[in-house]
């Protein structure tokens, strides 16, 4: 029943992907979106994955393959971290990543990007990176490493597809339609980078919460982003 849904969606809401090659001659940034422990790692936290997880740990994957490829190139990078402080709750969402723990941290195979020069870091208290870039003075850390770099193209991946990744997507598009965002011109959202949770019907009804299955949010995200003006690729390679 569930892959006949997904495949009825997929019908009705098509996305026809493109791929991705990236070169020395448009300036790109990659930004990670809150791949930490609190919504990747097994057992990490509220959020987290309570058993193994083939699409979260195939976008992991992704993301250190891609940001490796960054680091070597010394193309600049935005890692997003999820980070509240207690008193500051996330409704309707149970508290999660909370600053000082290991929720908060990049998952164990991406924590070697805290000591890269090329990599901007930030802790973020809320769903989108844009807003969560915001400082006390009014300035903006996206909005100054997209300037600083010269960034034409933003590759983002992370999780969660329909929520985090989202919510950050459609503001910087907000942001570019707006000329806040010179020189970027491009967003792209890639697929296999990018990954939700899974609450299925049956075990949301038992616990009243809202039901999430991962495969069908993950490609609402995707057809959502595409539907705000970024480009979904499912393949990113590198050129010369």
């Known amino acids: 029943m569930a892959s006949q849904a997904l495949d009825l969606l997929k019908t009705e809401l098509p996305i026809e992907p ?5 070169s020395n001659d448009v300036v790109t940034g990659l930004v990670l979106v ?6 990747c790692t097994v057992g990490g936290g509220n959020l987290a994955p309570r058993d193994p997880d083939v699409q979260i740990s195939g976008m992991v994957e992704e993301s250190v393959r891609l ?20 008193d500051k709750p996330e409704h309707p969402y149970p508290p999660h990543c909370l600053i ?5 941290n990049l ?14 870091i930030r802790r ?14 009014g300035s903006n850390v996206l909005i100054d490493w997209v300037g600083t770099n010269e960034i034409k193209v933003i590759l983002v991946v992370g999780i ?14 907000s942001a570019r339609n707006r000329g806040f965002l010179s020189p970027l011109e491009d967003v792209v959202v890639y697929s296999h980078g990018c990954a939700t949770y899974d609450l299925p019907v049956h075990v949301a009804s038992n616990i009243k919460a809202v039901a999430h299955p991962q495969d069908l ?13 970024a480009k979904v690729v499912q393949e990113v390679s590198f050129g010369h």
């Open 34 to 39: 809150d791949v930490v422990n609190g919504f």
């Open 67 to 86: 940001a490796r490829v960054f680091c070597e190139k010394k193309w600049p990078v935005l890692a997003f971290l999820d980070t509240h402080h207690p």
């Open 124 to 137: 973020k208290e809320c769903i989108d990176g844009f807003i969560g870039s915001i400082e006390t003075d």
């Open 217 to 229: 949010m993950h490609h609402v995200g995707l057809y959502m982003a595409k539907g705000r003006g």
């Open 160 to 173: 969660c597809t329909d929520i985090c990744v989202f919510d950050f997507v459609a503001s910087t598009l």
């Open 18 to 22: 493109d791929s991705l090659v990236l």
């Open 107 to 120: 998952v164990p195979d991406l924590q070697w990007l805290e000591k890269e020069q090329n990599v901007t």
């Open 100 to 104: 000082g723990t290991e929720e908060s």
